[in-house]
C-alpha cells in the first residue's frame, strides 16, 4: 500500500523545514508539533541517524469535520509530515489523506480526504521550483 506523497527538494535540510512548515501554513495547516528525531534518538538510545524530522501538520476545519464523522478518526490525527536529508538534498513526505479513508473504510470521510489531498498536494507542489 503507498501511503505517502513524496518530494526532493533541492536544498538543504535545514533551509526544507521552515519551507514546508511556510508552505503547509499557506494551505490551511498549522504545525502542532515538531518531533526531531534524530535529536530524540541520540538522547534516548545513543544512536546516530539524519537529521529528521516529523511535522504533526492540521487544518483545523478538515479536522473537524473528519471528527464528525468519526470520533475515532483523532488516531489518524494530525497529518504526519517528515522531512529528513539525503545524500543530496531533502526528502519530504506527506500522509496521504486517502488512508483516512481507508482505515475505518467510511465513505463520508471520502470527500474530506480529497480535499485534504488537494491541499497537501498544493503544499508539496509549491516547494517545487
Excluded: W
Aim: proline share 7%; with cysteine.
Amino acid at each position: 500500500m503507498d501511503y505517502a506523497r513524496t518530494i526532493t527538494l533541492d536544498v538543504p535540510y535545514q533551509e526544507a523545514v521552515p519551507r514546508v512548515k511556510e508552505a503547509f501554513k499557506a494551505q490551511g495547516f498549522g504545525t502542532l508539533t515538531e518531533i526531531d528525531v534524530q535529536a530524540t534518538l541520540k538522547e534516548k538510545l545513543d544512536l546516530e541517524m539524519e537529521p529528521y524530522t516529523i511535522l504533526g501538520a492540521c487544518n483545523p476545519d478538515l479536522a473537524h469535520r473528519a471528527l464528525e464523522v468519526d470520533r475515532e478518526i483523532g488516531l489518524l490525527l494530525p497529518c504526519n509530515v517528515v522531512v529528513r536529508a539525503q545524500e543530496r538534498g531533502t526528502l519530504v513526505q506527506a500522509l496521504d489523506p486517502q488512508v483516512m479513508v481507508r482505515v475505518p473504510e467510511r465513505d463520508e470521510l471520502r470527500p474530506i480526504a480529497e480535499e485534504a489531498d488537494v491541499r497537501i498536494q498544493a503544499a508539496l507542489d509549491s516547494l517545487k521550483p
